[in-house]
Structures are given as structure tokens and as C-alpha cells.
């Protein structure tokens, strides 16, 4: 049966691209081929997220084809109307590909800092197409609430390094976006010196 198994796969796409192929011709579907993609990484991503699922703790890294390609699977069958947010759905596979790896395990937190950016990239490529805005200052929010929350989230170290450059990230993206230009270095200084400040006293208090 093995020797006939890459035969039978192959017999079945082509079956599978001739119905669907004969269904867009006769006006039943449309996106014949945008559907055959779609079966295709579909399967082969639930494939790795059972794959993931059978032993969480070593086949982790299966996240990362798993939810990429179901992703893909779902860009691929997105009607005309919605082709803007394919970026979307294709970034946002990725980035739920780190977020699994860390919520599963704490300490790999260096896991929200790509899931963060990949949400983000995402997010403005789909503003980008449907909006045309500028979304410079988007993309910086979107980084500075990224490390806000490697600072915040739970985990088994101290990671409150991540407020600097998430506030200032942040003052970066509202400066771009809102025009608070005029702002940002007095609230900036006076954001960091508060929290350093506070980092002294929280030190004090502990010897």
C-alpha cells in the first residue's frame, strides 16, 4: 500500500482541481483556484497542529507551520472584496504561532516580541490598502504597545526594561499619528525620570 500512497495523493488534487475547475467554468463557484490552495494548506496545517497538539511540550515549533499555513489557507479563499486584509490574515497566522509558544511556556517571553510585529505589520498593510492613511505612526504604536506588554504579562522574570522603550515607541507613534509633537521629549523625560525615581525608592525600601 506505501508504494501506491504518493500515487493516490496525487490522484486525489487532481480530482479535486478538475471539480473545482469545472465548478468556477460553470458558474457554481468563483475562486476555483484560490479554494484548491486553500484545501491544500489547510490540510497540510492541521496536519502540523496535530502534529503540535500530540506532545505540546517538545513539537512546539510545529506552531509555527500550523497556524502559518492555516493562515494562508484563509487569505487564499477571501472574496475580492476583502483581498485587503490577505496581509492581515497571513501576518496574524505567524504572529498566533508566537503567541502559542509563549502563553504554553512563560518563559520563552522573547516569543511577544515577533507576535507583536507580525500583528502589527499586518494591521498596516491592510490600513494601507483600504485606507491609504499614513500609517508610520501606526506601526510605531503598534511596536510600543508590543513591548508594553513584555513588560506587563505574566512570566518567571523581571522584565520592566520593556516600559522605556514601549513608552517611548509610543510618544514616537502619537507624535505621527496626532501631531503632539510639541509633547513628546517633556513627557518622555518626564515619564522615564518618574520611573526611574521610583525604581530608587523601590530599591531603598527592599535593602
Known amino acids: 500500500m506505501r508504494k501506491y500512497e504518493p500515487r493516490l495523493i496525487i490522484g486525489i488534487l487532481l480530482v479535486l482541481g478538475g471539480v473545482l475547475a469545472l465548478l468556477d467554468t460553470m458558474g457554481v463557484i468563483s475562486n476555483a483556484g484560490g479554494i484548491f490552495w486553500a484545501v491544500i494548506w489547510g490540510a497540510v496545517g492541521l496536519f502540523f497542529l496535530y502534529v503540535l497538539l500530540s506532545d505540546r511540550a517538545h513539537n512546539w515549533w510545529a506552531a ?15 472574496p475580492n472584496s476583502l483581498e485587503a486584509f490577505d496581509g492581515l490574515f497571513f501576518f496574524a497566522g505567524i504572529s498566533l504561532a508566537f503567541w502559542w509558544v509563549y502563553f504554553t511556556d512563560r518563559s520563552r517571553w522573547w516569543a511577544i516580541i515577533p507576535a ?14 483600504i485606507s491609504g492613511i499614513e500609517t508610520g505612526g501606526l506601526f510605531f504604536l503598534g511596536l510600543g504597545l508590543t513591548f508594553i506588554l513584555v513588560a506587563i504579562l505574566p512570566s518567571v522574570d523581571n522584565r520592566s526594561w520593556a516600559l522605556i522603550p514601549g513608552i517611548v515607541l509610543l510618544l514616537i507613534g502619537g507624535t505621527s499619528s496626532f501631531g503632539f509633537a510639541s509633547y513628546v521629549w517633556p513627557a518622555a523625560l518626564i515619564l522615564v525620570g518618574g520611573y526611574l525615581v521610583l525604581r530608587f525608592f523601590r530599591n531603598q525600601s527592599s535593602v
Open 64 to 78: 509555527f507551520p500550523g497556524f502559518t499555513l492555516l493562515g494562508m489557507a484563509l487569505a487564499s479563499v477571501l
Open 116 to 129: 507583536g510585529v507580525l500583528l502589527t505589520l499586518g494591521i498596516v498593510s491592510s490600513l494601507d490598502n
